[in-house]
């Protein structure tokens, strides 16, 4: 398994920006797809984005399309999530996750970060 923890979460006004960073230990890291996702309080996990291992092929949740961007960098283990234009309905913990395929199911991650906090004030 590989180790990820997630960084860069905080409070930010509607139309704002954040990056999410997502370190990775343990494992190959440029073995993995890697994915976004997001719980709001009462929610199930939602899929925000994923990227392939190569980081040649990304696909983003119609929500955030245009206004996300997800992008990794293999040499430093890490992946990002650049944030724009956020909005109230952003507002979640976003957590980071890796799989052996390119996917936007939840059950075929293996491995998780703890989360970090999105808040999105109106």
């Known amino acids: 398994q590989v180790q990820l923890v997630e960084s860069g979460g905080g409070l930010v006004q509607a139309g704002g920006s954040l990056r999410l960073s997502c370190a990775a230990s343990g494992r190959t890291f440029s073995n993995y797809a890697m994915g976004w996702f997001r719980q709001a309080p009462g929610k199930e996990h939602e899929f925000v984005a994923n990227i392939n291992s190569s980081g040649g092929a990304t696909y983003y949740a119609d929500s955030v399309k245009g206004r996300f961007t997800i992008s990794r960098d293999n040499a430093k283990n890490t992946m990002y999530l650049q944030m724009n234009s956020l909005k109230p309905e952003d507002t979640a913990v976003y957590y980071c996750?890796?799989?052996?395929?390119?996917?936007?199911?939840?059950?075929?991650?293996?491995?998780w970060g703890q989360g970090t906090q999105v808040t999105v004030s109106s």
């Open positions: 996750a890796a799989a052996n395929v390119l996917t936007t199911r939840p059950g075929y991650f293996g491995s």
